[in-house]
């Protein structure tokens, strides 16, 4: 009898975490049905294991466990896929799978009907694309960073005046005035695809200091983080709106594409973030820096705990990326913003998750199983590294536990704050503790915040009689 074939792709905004748990639950359970399986990943490595065009025509089911567009889309035209989150899948694979089969490669009413594969909210369309733009936007931070650490590091040792390591820290720090640019540019990307791409890039070029140091604008105040997620959702429903609406004879589409779009969509983006976009949250920002500047060092303590909760509250979702940008975007606007609670919100949670498997046992019956062991050792490993993804299993197990995980990130933040350790590089990994301004302090404020979350959850995880 021949096996059943089932094809996936998985897909999530950093391409870390959620692809290849939600790779590692399809695969497991296809085994464990006998069936044939192939999965693709389209993650932070790229594209692994490609589905070819012979793949899909012959799968008995296709599944599209993805958060982000993905690269080829048109390839599933006629598969007619299950199409679900990355975190519902992992959530609810044996309740959703199992349709897969029922669904052949026409596309019928009754399928809208199925488990889970609900109409997206108005909400969860936007987070959509949010995600999407910061996706793109990761990688600029990523390399802007690793480039001035380099020059950094180097310089502790020796003089890198009119060197090549100087202009790596140059080239670093231009690299980060790119992050709200390609933002925005990808933001309205996965709304109306490339027209979008070039007239969203230029709107987020105008919400940051680029723009105002490019017409020496005095007075004038970066709309930032909010500014570019505005220009990104307007550019992208303007040129999906003026593509849809504006009917050309074929042999004139080019014009319409090439220049009529693009044109209107040019001097309203100019217009609106010249009188509106900046304006509002220029001032916004500006009213913000204000408040926690002139609070002194409640102000930065505050300041540093919002960070903190937000960045610690979904280990690498929305909010998350939200807080990170926020504070990102506000880094060196004044004595009180720098990036240490981003940074501390991003390691201490899935240190803390790894060094509760590592004592689980050792004083009291094992709360874990064995895959929580291991899953526990990868966390540690990817918190050393400034990822926060690998704590993502222990949240979906135990969704509880997200106020121990907000709670330990405040305190390792707070108790940095208390001993005035300042971080300005957007390095959450063990290699960047180095260049905060105390690595002693910026350690032990890790190892609080970290042994807070271990044992909270070791004391609020009842021990099991028996583990796989």
């Not at 996936?8 to 870390?16: D, E, M, R, Y």
């Not at 790119?178 to 996965?190: D, H, K, Q, V």
Request: with cysteine; net charge neutral; charged share 15%.
């Amino acid at each position: 009898m021949t096996k059943k074939k089932l094809v996936a792709v998985t897909a999530c905004p950093t391409g870390i975490a959620h692809t290849f748990m939600a790779a590692k639950k399809i695969q497991s359970w296809a085994e464990k049905q006998g069936y044939e399986v192939k999965v693709e990943t389209q993650g932070s490595d790229g594209v692994k294991n490609r589905l070819t065009a012979h793949d899909i025509a012959t799968a008995d089911g296709v599944v599209l466990a993805i958060d982000v567009p993905i690269m080829d889309m048109e390839r599933f035209d006629n598969a007619n896929p299950l199409n679900v989150r990355t975190q519902e899948l992992i959530k609810h694979v044996d309740a959703l799978l199992p349709t897969v089969f029922t669904r052949g490669k026409e596309k019928s009413d009754a399928a809208s009907d199925l488990p889970f594969e609900q109409k997206r909210s108005a909400y969860q369309v936007a987070i959509g694309h949010i995600m999407t733009g910061i996706s793109y936007m990761l990688p600029v931070v990523v390399l802007g960073g690793l480039l001035m650490a380099v020059a950094k590091i180097t310089g502790e040792f020796v003089d890198i005046s009119g060197t090549p390591i100087e202009t790596l820290d140059k080239l670093g720090f231009m690299t980060m005035k790119f992050m709200y640019p390609i933002f925005a540019a990808y933001l309205a990307y996965s709304i109306a695809g490339k027209p979008a791409l070039v007239p969203a890039f230029i709107g987020g070029i105008m919400t940051d200091e680029v723009y105002k140091r490019f017409f020496d604008l005095e007075g004038w105040a970066p709309s930032g983080f909010f500014g570019a997620i505005a220009i990104g959702f307007l550019v992208g429903y303007l040129v999906r709106y003026l593509n849809d609406t504006i009917k050309v004879k074929t042999e004139l589409t080019t014009l319409k594409t090439m220049l009529l779009v693009p044109a209107v969509t040019g001097v309203v983006m100019v217009l609106t973030m010249e009188y509106a976009i900046n304006p509002f949250f220029g001032a916004v920002n500006v009213s913000m820096i204000n408040l926690f500047t002139e609070a002194g060092d409640a102000g930065r303590g505050i300041y540093s705990m919002v960070i903190a909760a937000g960045t610690a509250f979904d280990l690498g979702g929305p909010i998350n990326k939200a807080a990170g940008s926020v504070a990102l975007g506000l880094n060196g606007m004044g004595d009180g913003f720098d990036l240490i609670a981003r940074e501390l919100g991003i390691v201490i949670p899935p240190i803390g998750v790894g060094l509760a498997a590592f004592f689980d046992g050792r004083f009291r019956p094992r709360v874990f199983s064995n895959e929580e062991q291991a899953v526990g050792k990868t966390s540690l490993m990817l918190g050393l590294i400034g990822i926060s993804e690998g704590a993502i299993p222990f949240i979906l197990k135990n969704p509880k536990m997200i106020p121990i995980m907000i709670l330990g990130a405040i305190i390792g933040t707070q108790l940095a704050v208390v001993m005035d350790v300042y971080q300005s590089l957007p390095l959450p990994a063990v290699w960047g503790w180095f260049l905060s301004s105390d690595p002693v302090s910026y350690t032990i404020s890790v190892i609080a915040g970290s042994s807070f979350i271990a044992a909270a959850l070791l004391l609020c995880t009842k021990p099991q009689t028996a583990n796989a």
